[in-house]
Each structure stands twice: as C-alpha cells, then as structure tokens.
C-alpha cells in the first residue's frame, strides 16, 4: 500500500515523548524527525538516542520547520496550549496528550483554531488503545449486550504518583488528569452520548496533608442525557510502594442484553523482586512487588514496546500515512471529557450536583 511520507516533530522530551519518538523512529512513514524542549539538553539527548534530524530548546523552531508535518505534543499538563496552537495554526496535524487543557477557555480556543485551519488533531487517550478495552467496544458495536443503560469505573494508583503530577502542575489533579481516561472511556463506549449531570464527593488526607488541597478518593455518578448512569472512582493516594505501576484499574458496561466484567487491576500477574522493580513514569522510584502490565503506557520485552501506546502512536501514524482508520480522541470529545472532570471537582467542592455544560 502507498504511504505518504512523514516529518514528525516531537515537542517534550519527557517520559512519554521519548516513548513516542522511539516508536515513531521505527515506524516506515517517518523519514524526519525533530525534537524540542524547554531543557535543550534534552531535546539533544533524546535526538542522540534516537537519530533525530534536528533539535533544539524553541518549541516554535521545530514545528515551524519545513521538513514537518506532523506534531506529537508531549510536554506537561499545564503547557500543551501554545505549542499546539502554533501547530494548529500551521495547518499540520497533531496528537496531543490529555487532557487537551486544562481549563475550558483553553480549550475552546484550541477548538476555534482547528476551525479556522482546518487542522487535524487527536488528543492520546490510550486506555482506547488497550486491547480489552478495543474488544469490549466490538462487543456493544454488535449489539450483543444490547443497549447500555449503566456501568462503572475505578482507578488505583499510589500517592507517589500523585504527588508527581500535583509537583508538575497543581491543576494537573487524579480526577482531571487520571480519571478523565475513564472518563473518555466510558464516552467512547457509550457512543458519544451526552452527560447531562454530575454528583460526585471526595475526602482529603493525604495529598492535603501534603500540601495540596486535593483529594486522596473521589466518587462519582454520571447521568446521561437518555438516562445512562455511570459510577466513576480514583484513588490516586494508596501507600507509596502499592504495587501498581500505573493503573490498576476495573471497568463494569450493563448492557439490556448482557454485561461485560473487565478486570484491568492486574492483580493475577504477581512479581516480587529483591532486586527492585523501576516505576513507568518516576525516576528512581522502585518497588519489590509489582502487578505486571499495569504501567500505563506498556511494557518492555524483548527490544520491543507493547501496550497501549505503542498501539496508540502505530494507529496514528498508520492514519496518517496510509488513511486507515483510527479511534483517536476528537478534540471535542477531549473537552467534554475535561468538562466533566470539571464538573466532578466542583460537585465535590460544593457538595450540589452540577448540571452540564458548565457555565464559564
């Protein structure tokens, strides 16, 4: 099959960016690639490890060049909207992370942009792209659970994750940056029906005793505008050496005709280790007991990555090159994702429920 040539711009080079440009590296479209960050070394440490064309410390360098036409933004929670806008801008397609923003104002105006260029961006929600999570939307595309009139979701991670993301960003919460994956599964999964309420409640301790006015567990029901309800939970302030390196996660979809039970906790694949077992995403944090395969993103093995982002990136770039489909997140379902998110904060904070959409 013909593929279009691409030139891949990595902006962050951070856990995930490296992870992105090493996949994008083997990957047959890419003939060219340039890497930014804010840290010039590492942008030109990551160029080295992976044979980039270009690097430099300016963002708007590297996406300005000629050579590029796609755009992997991979830079923290809270400074995803000016790189992505410049993108947008220039007409080249993106895949951010998630969240797409972090407030709606930043959002929509990352919207109006793709509106006035035509651009075309998706936005990495990669539990999508885990295998059985890929299954179960088969399964309710041929209608063998029938319509789904209510499920649920919950999330498990240790505090030492959290305190991470609260250091990058103090708005880069369990809810709006961990849940909102659930969150845009259960969108995903359901269609794109619309939420139409929210209630949710939290409890503080240990993040706040940390320094963060955050909750350690959250809960929370969704109704839909057809009636559809949805419980959603994250923890993300279990003890420091929890097992999980990621998410240890368990999702429930009732159908009128049948249910669907996907035990994502990884708690049947048991390793101990005296020797220690490195965390996905935090530098020298190590533990003995460890779920296999519950880091996020994927695993090791063998010179290869599997998982959900290397299935991710490799669906991306395969639509990109060749046209095939994909199931990427739309920059729309992002915000109504980041919408709901919002609105679980501020049902929690209140202790009402919130009726959407938010007013701004």
């Not at 994502?264 to 220690?276: A, F, I, N, P, V």
Request: one cysteine or more; a negative charge; hydrophobic letters at 40%.
């Amino acid at each position: 099959m013909d593929s279009k040539p691409l030139g891949l711009a990595i902006i962050g080079s951070g856990r995930i960016g490296t992870l992105r440009a090493q996949l994008a590296a083997a990957h047959p479209a890419v003939r060219y690639i340039a890497v930014a960050d804010q840290d010039a070394g590492k942008a030109q440490q990551l160029a080295g490890k992976i044979g980039a064309h270009y690097h430099s410390g300016d963002n708007d360098h590297v996406i300005s060049r000629p050579e590029v036409n796609a755009v992997v933004i991979s830079t923290s929670e809270g400074e995803h909207v000016e790189p992505l806008v410049r993108a947008i801008e220039l007409g080249k397609h993106v895949l951010v992370e998630k969240p797409l923003a972090l407030t709606l104002a930043d959002a929509d105006r990352v919207i109006k942009a793709i509106e006035r260029s035509g651009a075309d961006v998706r936005v990495g929600y990669s539990r999508r792209y885990k295998e059985r999570y890929l299954i179960a939307k088969e399964q309710i595309l041929q209608g063998r659970i029938g319509t789904v009139v209510g499920g649920a979701a919950r999330v498990f991670n240790s505090r030492s994750q959290a305190l991470a993301m609260l250091k990058r960003n103090p708005h880069a919460t369990p809810v709006v940056d961990a849940l909102t994956y659930y969150v845009d599964l259960m969108n995903w999964l359901l269609g794109g029906k619309r939420i139409a309420e929210v209630y949710a409640r939290g409890q503080m301790g240990v993040l706040k005793s940390a320094g963060h006015d955050v909750a350690d567990v959250s809960y929370a029901i969704l109704t839909y505008h057809d009636g559809t309800v949805i419980n959603l939970g994250v923890s993300y302030a279990l003890p420091e050496k929890y097992p999980a390196l990621g998410h240890a996660a368990r999702v429930e979809v009732l159908g009128t005709d049948g249910v669907m039970i996907l035990d994502d906790d990884h708690t049947d694949q048991l390793m101990y280790s005296e020797k220690g077992i490195p965390h996905v995403y935090l530098p020298d944090h190590y533990v003995n007991m460890v779920f296999l395969q519950s880091g996020t993103p994927g695993d090791w093995a063998l010179g290869e990555f599997w998982g959900p982002i290397a299935n991710e990136t490799r669906a991306w770039l395969d639509y990109l090159c060749m046209g095939r489909p994909c199931v990427l997140a739309t920059p729309q379902e992002a915000r109504a994702n980041l919408e709901a998110t919002l609105a679980i904060e501020h049902s929690a904070a209140t202790g009402r429920p919130v009726t959407l959409p938010l007013a701004q």
